[in-house]
């Protein structure tokens, strides 16, 4: 039993409301004077079809988030063009939503979540694919970038990870998907996504990074800001250049020790990340059996809700559309590097010895766009404003994409049953 939308038209007024009748589809009944007139058969078949998968499509991306995350991206870029908040205030907030209170977030999620011991494969799934996806990427960063460590770092950090914000909603209320697929998405995320997000790409970044200083790696890699400046000199050594290249981009580094090990560098990053801790502490408090107060719940929440809005608006506030020619072929190959490594995963999920619906679902999350804490870590370690602008521009993209996609794959792979 459905509701649908039932027309009623009489005279030069039109009103409607809904009854409850058998079938999928909008069934119009004209009121003319001599009552209400049934459509004839072949009117009748058009009014009853199902819609086809580009309507669905359609009509998915309307309901999606996806309009809402246009404006506040407009939102934010326009705020930069007047000039209504400063890149230094930016500054500010942006570890604010990115980090901490993105990690407040996550400690909500984990807490709350219900395990299904069913599922649990598919959480040891998870953990097997990112494993080869972080290999994965790894061979592609050091192809791509053979010789500089904080290119093939960008790379790594940008072709792993996903946003699965967007998928949970999509799933829970799409036809042939609904709480079983929701289940499914969210073990996925806790099995591998989530330790690659909170704990991996911070350390890749600062395992490239610590690299990169002991190399005595330039800061100058952005050749338009170095021309316009001036600052690279012979006659200054590479401690002066670095140093004033830092000072004229108004970031601070993070203290990544060149004396070290990178790999020490890496392992400090991850005990120093507030969103491992907050999986740690999360995961423990779920696994021990502890009930989340329901004030503390109310307040997480409460505290929560501006965080997508404001991870939009500072990345409508970061990004640059004057992108000139090294910035988009960086652009060109992390993004199509990552867009090949989601395929390559997706049709890995096929072969799975799992359910047909859950192996579905796993296909859609592998399309989720980039994760947003790609460009604080990128700020965090002072990669310079091209690979800040690069980094933005590879996640508008990817989430263009891959929320594109993710809607085509729900209204195109829901009707399948060969895959049963």
Not at 119 to 135: A, D, N, P, R, T
Not at 206 to 233: I, M, P, Q
Not at 245 to 257: P, W, Y
Request: proline letters at 4%; glycine letters at 6%.
């Amino acid at each position: 039993m459905n509701w649908t939308d039932v027309g009623f038209e009489y005279g030069n007024s039109f009103s409607s409301t809904s009854w409850p009748i058998n079938g999928v589809a909008d069934i119009g009944f004209v009121a003319g004077n001599d009552g209400f007139v049934v459509p004839e058969a072949e009117d009748l078949d058009f009014y009853t079809r199902a819609p086809s998968w580009d309507e669905q499509l359609f009509q998915q991306i309307l309901a999606s988030p996806f309009p809402a995350i246009i404006v506040q991206l407009s939102s934010g870029y326009v705020t930069k063009r007047c000039q209504w908040l400063s890149r230094g205030h930016a500054d500010i907030l942006r570890p604010l939503f990115y980090k901490w209170l993105m990690s407040l977030f996550l400690f909500r999620h984990i807490w709350r979540v219900q395990f299904e011991p069913a599922l649990y494969m598919v959480g040891i799934f998870s953990s097997m694919f990112y494993s080869l996806w972080f290999c994965l990427s790894l061979v592609v960063a050091k192809k791509l970038e053979p010789s500089r460590n904080r290119a093939q770092g960008l790379v790594m950090i940008a072709t792993q990870g996903h946003m699965l914000a967007f998928a949970y909603p999509l799933l829970a209320e799409a036809p042939y998907f609904g709480d079983k697929a929701l289940a499914c998405a969210v073990m996925w995320d806790l099995g591998g996504n989530m330790w690659v997000c909170s704990a991996i790409l911070w350390a890749v970044a600062a395992h490239a990074e610590g690299k990169a200083l002991a190399a005595k790696e330039h800061l100058n890699f952005d050749n338009r800001f170095v021309r316009k400046t001036g600052l690279v000199s012979t006659s200054l050594d590479d401690a002066t250049q670095d140093q004033e290249l830092l000072e004229d981009g108004g970031t601070k580094a993070l203290a990544i020790d060149s004396t070290v090990s990178p790999l020490l560098n890496a392992v400090k990053a991850v005990l120093c990340s507030p969103m491992f801790h907050a999986a740690i502490v999360g995961l423990s408090l779920n696994s021990s059996g502890v009930i989340m107060p329901e004030i503390l719940d109310s307040t997480i929440e409460l505290i929560g809700r501006p965080i997508k809005p404001a991870v939009y608006f500072l990345l409508g506030f970061y990004a640059e559309f004057n992108l000139d020619r090294r910035d988009k072929a960086q652009f060109a190959l992390v993004i199509g590097a990552r867009i090949l490594l989601q395929a390559f995963v997706a049709s890995l999920a096929w072969v799975l010895p799992l359910q047909a619906l859950y192996r579905k679902t796993i296909c859609i999350a592998v399309f989720s766009p980039a994760s947003s804490v790609v460009v604080q870590i990128v700020s965090e370690n002072s990669w310079g404003d091209q690979f800040m602008r690069v980094s933005v521009a590879a996640f508008l993209a990817s989430a263009i994409f891959g929320i594109g996609m993710q809607h085509f794959l729900v209204a195109t792979l829901g009707p399948i049953d060969w895959l049963e």
